[in-house]
């Protein structure tokens, strides 16, 4: 890896060139590891670059167990222990837990104070709905994806953002789930999430089951549930609209950004929905009743 890759022919290749912002490295010792980062150190100074020692973690395992004794050295600085310092990287906090275990609290706290800063605020209540569903819905989102969170978390996530959607919109507290997310008549254009949590995994399940790696194909995690995903490739299973499934009722028209009614155009919100997704929301409707 550090003197570039040998050809069939027993030329060594040398690496190629191109611009990172971050870089992981994942090797078997620390003496690959050592001489790696004093290769990689040489080649930014050329480019009249270095590295930031503060910003970099790193993270020694060994038969299961963690090696804080194992140090890296750049610049003369070293390099700090993922256990002295943990690293936030994409909406994700690593520690030296090696687990998810808290970022279930800190989604719920990013929810509730998000939740709670939309109604203090002195918008109207269907604004708040707007503000809601495009700004923190989508930043819970994120981590329940990425991150092993349980379904009884994302529950009480959704009931806690259910009650305050009621709110904002002057319904009764005692309406149902199913009146709010429901595709009836009046279909608001709200989005649940403990829906949006199972198509997330799912997602991800075809991501990591469609992958050109044939590693990653081969590796796909334990918790994620496989059973979430029921045949949602096939073009025969998709439903139609309305309550025959005929196509009887047209699909209403979503929020737009910044317009009112039917926007078109550029200025029109463009939600892509495939197939996939299409069928496992009404596998999850059939699931609920």
């Known amino acids: 890896m550090v003197r570039g890759v040998r050809n069939s022919a027993g030329l060594r290749l040398p690496p190629l060139r191109c611009f990172m912002d971050d870089v992981t490295s994942l090797l078997q010792t620390a003496v690959c ?22 910003k ?19 610049a003369g600085e070293r390099i700090p222990v993922l256990a002295e310092q943990p ?52 930043r819970v989102m994120w981590p329940l994806k990425m991150c092993e969170i349980t379904a009884t978390t994302v529950t009480k996530l959704d009931a ?16 149902s789930d199913a009146a709010l997310f429901g595709r009836n008549a009046l279909q608001l254009p709200v ?20 992958s050109s ?15 979430d995903a029921p ?19 047209p699909q209403p028209c979503s929020w737009s950004l910044g317009t ?7 200025n029109a919100l463009q939600v892509p929905t495939p197939i996939c997704h299409i069928n496992l929301r009404h596998y999850l409707v059939i699931t609920r009743l």
């Open 33 to 54: 590891t050592a001489r790696l980062l004093k290769r990689f150190e040489e080649l930014l100074s050329w480019a009249r670059m270095r590295i930031k020692s503060k």
């Open 231 to 249: 045949a949602m490739q096939s073009l025969g299973s998709l439903p139609g609209e309305g309550r025959g499934q005929d196509g009887s009722q």
């Open 87 to 138: 690293l936030r990287s994409l909406g994700r906090e690593y520690t030296a837990d090696l687990s998810d275990k808290h970022m279930a609290a800190a989604v719920t706290d990013q929810l509730k104070e998000g939740l709670k800063r939309i109604d203090q605020s002195y918008l109207p209540g269907k604004f708040k709905v707007w503000c809601y569903q495009f700004t923190l819905y989508q």
């Open 160 to 175: 806690k953002a259910n009650n305050y959607i009621k709110k904002w919109l002057g319904l009764p507290r005692c309406l």
């Open 191 to 210: 989005k649940n999430i403990s829906t949006g949590y199972r198509l997330e995994k799912s997602r991800l399940v075809l991501e990591l089951r469609q």
């Open 56 to 74: 970099s973690r790193s993270l020694s395992i060994r038969k299961g167990r963690q090696m804080d004794s194992v140090s890296f050295l750049v």
């Open 260 to 266: 009112v009614g039917g926007a078109s155009g550029r």
């Open 213 to 227: 790696d044939h590693l990653v194909c081969g590796q796909v995690q334990a918790w994620l549930r496989e059973e």
